[in-house]
């Protein structure tokens, strides 16, 4: 059976035989672990996908030029760091049994994977630029990143890896 899940107007498709969550909607997450040390930031998805827990970060900037004065791969780096700190809590004090063994599943995986999805106008203009440059969030990922995943990926809808089991679609919004 496949999942969807919607993250600001894009739907994520998880292939059968994965299980996918949208973390930062968790009650562990919302409730007990976002007021830890001051506050806390968290991945948009979990993917369990054989040995592989896919933690994927999404960016929509087609309509909405990005505001935030903090580097955007500084803050996936933050997001992933609090993430894996709030999953091993999560499976050791999580309310919610679901929560608890997800957690538990997740961090039991034996390879960690980061994917930035991140979707800017197709034919940037004045009024719509692009955010930012895949490239240099990319390399930003890779410093910062490099003992969770050497080799995490930027990808928008039209350029997901064949190894990743989902699919996106535009919503209507």
């Known amino acids: ?8 107007q894009l739907a994520f498709t998880f292939a059968d035989g994965v ?16 007021a830890v040390c001051g506050g806390t930031k968290a991945i948009d998805f979990l993917c369990l ?30 997001k992933v760091r609090d993430t894996l700190a ?6 050791c004090n999580a309310n919610q049994a679901e929560e608890q ?25 004045r009024l719509f630029p692009r955010a930012v440059d895949p490239d240099d969030v990319l ?7 490099k003992a969770v995943d050497a080799h995490p990926r930027v990808v928008d809808q039209f350029t997901l890896g064949a190894e990743m089991p989902w699919a996106v679609t535009g919503v209507a919004g």
Not at 22 to 32: E, K, S, T, V
Not at 139 to 145: D, I, N
Request: hydrophobic share 35%; proline share 2%; no cysteine.
């Open 1 to 8: 059976m496949t999942t969807t899940l919607t993250e600001q």
């Open 19 to 34: 299980e996918a969550s949208q973390y930062d909607d968790w009650a562990f997450y919302r409730n007990q672990f976002n």
């Open 49 to 78: 996908d054989g040995d592989q827990l896919w933690l994927i970060e999404v960016k929509d900037y087609r309509r909405h030029r990005r505001t935030k004065l903090v580097d955007l791969g500084d803050e996936v780096a933050a």
């Open 86 to 91: 709030g999953l091993v809590a999560a499976g």
């Open 101 to 125: 063994r997800m957690a538990r599943q997740a961090v039991g995986r034996s390879r960690l994977r980061v994917v930035l999805h991140l979707e800017q106008p197709r034919n940037p203009s």
């Open 139 to 145: 390399l930003k990922l890779k410093q910062r990143l």
